[in-house]
Structures are given as structure tokens and as C-alpha cells.
Nanobody, 117 residues
């Protein structure tokens, strides 16, 4: 049974930081590209950042220089370090695992991030 367990969301003031974690189980972690998506109020879900098993990364333009995606293949966990948070970053953040090796595309349950003073 595949599970992506997210943690680390919460309420933070503008300019603050949060680190999201996504612990994966039930998959061969190295087969999967790990991604963080978000869905802001009234908007469609968008890709924030992704990372391959080899460490290649991709970022949404508006978060470049502020967010950093990483993964620990030994712990089957992906992370999203979010710095200099802005109110426009308020969203539900979802972890995604998508394989280019096997037929697999999985989602976490989502974690709320609220940036407000």
C-alpha cells in the first residue's frame, strides 16, 4: 500500500520559513520523481518544485531563490524548505510521486500553509 505522509505545514508570518516533509512508503523511492504542488484559494493546482532521484531540480518561477526541494533516498523522504514566505504562498501543499520506470503516480493528503500577520 502506497502512502505519502506530509508534515510541516502551519501558520507563519510574512518573511518566515517552514519546511515540509513527505515520507513515502510502499514504493521504490529511487524510481520516482518527487514533486510539491500547491493549490491556492480559487486557483488551480500548480507544480511548485520537483526533484529527480539523481537530484535534478525544477522550480516555479515565483519561488526560485526562496524555496529549495531536496530528497533523502535513504530515508524515502522529500523536503521543501520555504524561506521568505509571502501571503501569496498561502495554499494547500501536496506531495506527489511520479515514476518514469513503472506505472505509478501518487498523492499525499495535503498540508495547509498559511502566511499571514
Amino acid at each position: 500500500q502506497v502512502q505519502l505522509a506530509e508534515s510541516g505545514g502551519g501558520l507563519v508570518q510574512p518573511g518566515g520559513s517552514l519546511r515540509l516533509s513527505c515520507a513515502a512508503s510502499g514504493i521504490i523511492f529511487n524510481f520516482y520523481i518527487m514533486g510539491w504542488y500547491r493549490q491556492r484559494p480559487g486557483k488551480q493546482r500548480e507544480l511548485v518544485a520537483s526533484i529527480t532521484s539523481g537530484g535534478s531540480t525544477n522550480y516555479l518561477g515565483s519561488v526560485k531563490g526562496r524555496f529549495t526541494i531536496s530528497r533523502d533516498n535513504g530515508k524515502n523522504t522529500a523536503y521543501l524548505q520555504m524561506n521568505s514566505l509571502e501571503p501569496d504562498d498561502t495554499a494547500v501543499y501536496y506531495c506527489n510521486a511520479e515514476s518514469t520506470v513503472v506505472d505509478g503516480n501518487y498523492w499525499g493528503q495535503g498540508t495547509q500553509v498559511t502566511v499571514s500577520s
